[in-house]
Protein backbone atom coordinates (compact mmCIF):
# COMPACT_ATOMS: atom_id res chain seq x y z
CA UNK A 1 0.00 0.00 0.00
CA UNK A 2 2.04 3.42 -1.05
CA UNK A 3 1.75 5.82 1.85
CA UNK A 4 0.97 9.79 1.95
CA UNK A 5 2.76 11.16 -0.43
CA UNK A 6 4.18 15.21 -0.38
CA UNK A 7 5.78 17.25 -2.99
CA UNK A 8 7.98 19.38 -3.01
CA UNK A 9 10.47 17.98 -0.26
CA UNK A 10 12.65 21.19 0.19
CA UNK A 11 11.08 25.00 -0.65
CA UNK A 12 13.41 27.67 -0.06
CA UNK A 13 11.49 31.03 -0.84
CA UNK A 14 12.07 35.29 0.11
CA UNK A 15 9.61 36.64 2.02
CA UNK A 16 6.33 38.25 0.58
CA UNK A 17 6.53 35.17 -2.02
CA UNK A 18 4.21 32.65 -2.55
CA UNK A 19 4.37 28.73 -2.36
CA UNK A 20 2.49 25.75 -2.47
CA UNK A 21 2.71 22.17 -1.43
CA UNK A 22 0.87 19.27 -2.55
CA UNK A 23 -0.53 16.27 -0.54
CA UNK A 24 -1.89 12.58 -1.80
CA UNK A 25 -3.45 10.71 0.74
CA UNK A 26 -3.46 6.78 1.27
CA UNK A 27 -6.34 5.37 -1.43
CA UNK A 28 -9.61 5.24 0.41
CA UNK A 29 -8.72 7.87 3.20
CA UNK A 30 -11.52 10.19 3.64
CA UNK A 31 -9.76 12.41 6.33
CA UNK A 32 -6.67 14.70 5.47
CA UNK A 33 -4.47 16.57 7.83
CA UNK A 34 -2.10 19.75 7.16
CA UNK A 35 0.38 20.04 9.97
CA UNK A 36 2.98 22.73 10.73
CA UNK A 37 6.29 21.85 12.98
CA UNK A 38 8.43 24.57 13.63
CA UNK A 39 11.91 23.25 14.87
CA UNK A 40 11.85 21.87 18.44
CA UNK A 41 8.38 21.79 18.58
CA UNK A 42 5.41 19.26 17.71
CA UNK A 43 3.07 19.45 14.96
CA UNK A 44 0.45 22.21 15.04
CA UNK A 45 -2.76 20.99 13.11
CA UNK A 46 -3.73 23.94 10.62
CA UNK A 47 -6.50 22.45 9.17
CA UNK A 48 -8.78 19.06 8.82
CA UNK A 49 -10.89 17.90 5.41
CA UNK A 50 -13.50 15.25 5.49
CA UNK A 51 -13.53 14.23 2.35
CA UNK A 52 -13.58 17.80 0.26
CA UNK A 53 -15.67 19.86 3.33
CA UNK A 54 -13.48 21.53 6.12
CA UNK A 55 -14.02 19.78 9.61
CA UNK A 56 -11.38 22.52 11.32
CA UNK A 57 -9.06 25.26 10.09
CA UNK A 58 -9.32 27.70 13.43
CA UNK A 59 -5.73 28.00 13.19
CA UNK A 60 -5.21 28.45 10.14
CA UNK A 61 -3.79 32.12 9.27
CA UNK A 62 -6.39 32.62 6.83
CA UNK A 63 -4.66 36.10 5.70
CA UNK A 64 -2.15 34.21 4.25
CA UNK A 65 -2.49 30.18 4.07
CA UNK A 66 -5.29 29.06 1.89
CA UNK A 67 -5.97 25.01 1.43
CA UNK A 68 -8.55 23.19 -0.89
CA UNK A 69 -9.30 19.31 -1.54
CA UNK A 70 -11.36 19.96 -4.57
CA UNK A 71 -12.29 16.14 -5.31
CA UNK A 72 -12.10 14.72 -2.00
CA UNK A 73 -8.67 13.10 -2.77
CA UNK A 74 -5.33 15.28 -3.02
CA UNK A 75 -4.80 18.49 -1.47
CA UNK A 76 -2.94 21.33 -1.47
CA UNK A 77 -1.62 24.58 0.38
CA UNK A 78 -0.81 27.73 -0.08
CA UNK A 79 1.21 30.41 1.42
CA UNK A 80 1.28 33.72 -0.47
CA UNK A 81 2.39 36.19 1.43
CA UNK A 82 5.30 34.23 2.78
CA UNK A 83 6.94 35.74 6.49
CA UNK A 84 10.09 34.49 8.35
CA UNK A 85 8.36 32.71 10.68
CA UNK A 86 6.58 30.41 8.51
CA UNK A 87 9.70 28.30 8.16
CA UNK A 88 9.22 24.88 9.06
CA UNK A 89 8.12 20.99 7.91
CA UNK A 90 4.78 20.55 6.63
CA UNK A 91 3.09 17.56 7.58
CA UNK A 92 0.20 16.23 5.46
CA UNK A 93 -1.47 13.05 7.54
CA UNK A 94 -4.62 11.02 6.47
CA UNK A 95 -6.92 8.72 8.00
CA UNK A 96 -9.74 6.15 7.66
CA UNK A 97 -13.16 8.29 8.18
CA UNK A 98 -13.82 7.90 12.07
CA UNK A 99 -10.37 5.86 12.66
CA UNK A 100 -7.73 6.81 15.01
CA UNK A 101 -4.91 6.48 13.55
CA UNK A 102 -2.96 9.24 11.58
CA UNK A 103 -0.72 7.96 8.36
CA UNK A 104 2.11 10.73 8.25
CA UNK A 105 4.16 11.40 4.32
CA UNK A 106 7.63 12.80 4.79
CA UNK A 107 6.68 16.70 4.87
CA UNK A 108 7.45 19.66 3.01
CA UNK A 109 10.64 21.53 4.35
CA UNK A 110 10.40 25.09 3.69
CA UNK A 111 12.61 27.83 4.54
CA UNK A 112 11.75 31.86 3.66
CA UNK A 113 14.60 34.19 3.30
CA UNK B 1 -7.58 23.86 27.00
CA UNK B 2 -4.76 20.77 26.55
CA UNK B 3 -1.08 21.29 26.58
CA UNK B 4 1.09 18.38 26.70
CA UNK B 5 4.66 18.29 27.45
CA UNK B 6 7.97 16.14 27.24
CA UNK B 7 11.00 16.23 29.62
CA UNK B 8 13.70 15.74 29.05
CA UNK B 9 13.85 17.77 25.56
CA UNK B 10 16.96 15.85 24.96
CA UNK B 11 18.73 12.62 26.22
CA UNK B 12 21.72 10.37 25.69
CA UNK B 13 22.07 7.12 26.54
CA UNK B 14 24.58 4.31 25.92
CA UNK B 15 23.63 1.34 24.01
CA UNK B 16 22.02 -1.80 26.19
CA UNK B 17 20.41 0.76 28.47
CA UNK B 18 16.79 0.75 29.47
CA UNK B 19 15.41 4.33 29.43
CA UNK B 20 12.14 5.87 29.97
CA UNK B 21 10.33 9.07 28.49
CA UNK B 22 8.00 11.01 30.08
CA UNK B 23 4.81 12.69 28.67
CA UNK B 24 2.28 14.94 30.64
CA UNK B 25 -0.98 16.28 29.70
CA UNK B 26 -3.43 18.89 31.56
CA UNK B 27 -7.22 17.58 30.78
CA UNK B 28 -7.50 13.89 31.72
CA UNK B 29 -10.13 13.81 29.55
CA UNK B 30 -8.80 12.61 26.50
CA UNK B 31 -9.35 9.78 24.15
CA UNK B 32 -5.89 8.22 23.56
CA UNK B 33 -2.82 8.57 24.17
CA UNK B 34 -0.40 7.76 20.99
CA UNK B 35 3.42 7.63 20.81
CA UNK B 36 5.43 8.63 17.32
CA UNK B 37 8.59 8.47 16.43
CA UNK B 38 10.26 11.17 14.04
CA UNK B 39 13.53 10.15 11.89
CA UNK B 40 15.00 13.40 10.13
CA UNK B 41 13.83 14.57 6.70
CA UNK B 42 10.85 11.45 7.58
CA UNK B 43 7.24 11.84 8.66
CA UNK B 44 5.95 10.80 11.62
CA UNK B 45 5.54 6.91 12.48
CA UNK B 46 2.59 5.54 14.95
CA UNK B 47 4.44 3.20 18.11
CA UNK B 48 1.65 2.91 20.31
CA UNK B 49 -1.63 3.78 21.03
CA UNK B 50 -3.50 3.67 24.23
CA UNK B 51 -7.03 3.67 24.68
CA UNK B 52 -8.36 5.77 28.11
CA UNK B 53 -9.68 2.83 29.56
CA UNK B 54 -6.27 0.99 29.17
CA UNK B 55 -3.45 1.57 31.59
CA UNK B 56 -0.36 -0.10 29.00
CA UNK B 57 0.45 -1.39 25.57
CA UNK B 58 3.35 -3.28 24.09
CA UNK B 59 4.56 -3.42 21.19
CA UNK B 60 8.36 -5.80 20.92
CA UNK B 61 11.11 -3.27 23.24
CA UNK B 62 8.60 -0.99 23.50
CA UNK B 63 6.06 -0.28 26.52
CA UNK B 64 3.43 2.43 26.90
CA UNK B 65 1.78 3.66 30.26
CA UNK B 66 -1.14 5.82 30.72
CA UNK B 67 -2.23 7.14 34.43
CA UNK B 68 -4.87 9.59 33.50
CA UNK B 69 -5.54 10.65 36.98
CA UNK B 70 -1.58 11.91 37.25
CA UNK B 71 -2.21 13.09 33.72
CA UNK B 72 1.05 11.11 32.98
CA UNK B 73 2.07 8.59 30.10
CA UNK B 74 5.51 7.03 29.78
CA UNK B 75 7.50 5.22 27.03
CA UNK B 76 10.22 2.64 28.17
CA UNK B 77 12.83 1.86 25.32
CA UNK B 78 14.13 -1.89 26.54
CA UNK B 79 17.63 -3.07 25.32
CA UNK B 80 18.33 0.19 23.71
CA UNK B 81 19.63 0.13 19.94
CA UNK B 82 21.57 2.90 18.06
CA UNK B 83 18.57 2.67 15.60
CA UNK B 84 16.69 3.59 18.09
CA UNK B 85 18.14 7.20 17.79
CA UNK B 86 15.44 9.24 16.80
CA UNK B 87 12.52 11.91 18.52
CA UNK B 88 10.14 10.72 20.07
CA UNK B 89 6.73 12.92 20.66
CA UNK B 90 3.03 11.91 22.17
CA UNK B 91 0.18 13.23 21.55
CA UNK B 92 -2.97 13.63 23.36
CA UNK B 93 -6.26 12.29 21.28
CA UNK B 94 -9.65 14.20 21.96
CA UNK B 95 -13.07 12.17 21.35
CA UNK B 96 -12.40 14.18 17.68
CA UNK B 97 -9.55 12.51 17.01
CA UNK B 98 -7.38 15.59 16.79
CA UNK B 99 -4.13 15.18 18.42
CA UNK B 100 -2.44 17.55 20.74
CA UNK B 101 1.16 17.19 20.48
CA UNK B 102 4.34 17.50 23.06
CA UNK B 103 7.28 18.95 21.87
CA UNK B 104 9.33 15.38 22.00
CA UNK B 105 12.76 13.90 23.42
CA UNK B 106 15.24 14.14 21.27
CA UNK B 107 17.11 10.48 22.09
CA UNK B 108 20.57 9.44 21.21
CA UNK B 109 21.63 5.95 21.55
CA UNK B 110 25.46 6.05 21.66
CA UNK B 111 27.17 2.52 20.38
Known amino acids: EAGVAQSPRYKIIEKRQSVAFWCNPI?????LYWYQQILGQGPKLLIQ????????DSQLPKDRFSAERLKGVDSTLKIQPAKLEDSAVYLC???????????FGPGTRLLVL | KQEVTQIPAALSVPEGENLVLNCSFT??????LQWFRQDPGKGLTSLLL???SQREQTSGRLNASLDKSSGRSTLYIAASQPGDSATYLCAASSSNYQLIWGAGTKLIIKP
Open chain 1, 49 to 56: FQNNGVVD
Open chain 2, 27 to 32: DSAIYN
Open chain 1, 93 to 103: ASSLLGAETQY
Open chain 1, 27 to 31: SGHAT
Open chain 2, 50 to 52: IQS
